[in-house]
């Protein structure tokens, strides 16, 4: 996390600002990641996020209905039925499981960044 400190209210511990990574993940357009694609929710709706220690907003969410839960289990049903994944060779499969790791671990400093953001422990 970056050593800045942002001001904070009276009362109110004050808390590091976010590194550049983490700011600019907060001011990315809301959108769900469905079937292969970053797409609004069907209804356009967001949802603030609060930081729980200050009080202030961070970003926004899309705010998924029922709609877009629907496209993404059928998007989710379709993949493991009749897409790539039960072609694929249990090697194949275990390749991108492992690369999947390895850019989580690569991440992992912004993920536990945002989370405490989230939580209100930063």
């Known amino acids: ?35 292969g694609e ?17 009080g202030k907003q961070v970003s926004l969410v899309a705010d998924a209905g029922p709609e877009d839960v629907d496209r993404a289990v059928a998007a989710a049903r379709a993949a493991l039925e009749t897409g790539v994944w039960p ?18 671990e690569r991440d992992a400093a912004e993920f536990a960044e945002i989370e405490s953001i989230d939580n209100g422990k930063h």
């Open 38 to 54: 970053w797409v609004e929710a069907q209804s356009g709706r967001t949802l603030e996020v609060f930081d729980p220690a200050t």
């Open 1 to 35: 996390m970056n050593a800045s400190i942002n001001p904070a209210p009276s009362g109110i511990a004050a808390q590091p600002i976010p590194s550049a990574g983490v700011s600019k993940f907060f001011a990315l357009k809301p959108r769900l990641f469905l079937n």
């Open 87 to 104: 072609a694929m060779t249990p090697s194949g499969r275990e390749a991108l499981l492992w690369k999947l790791a390895d850019l989580i």
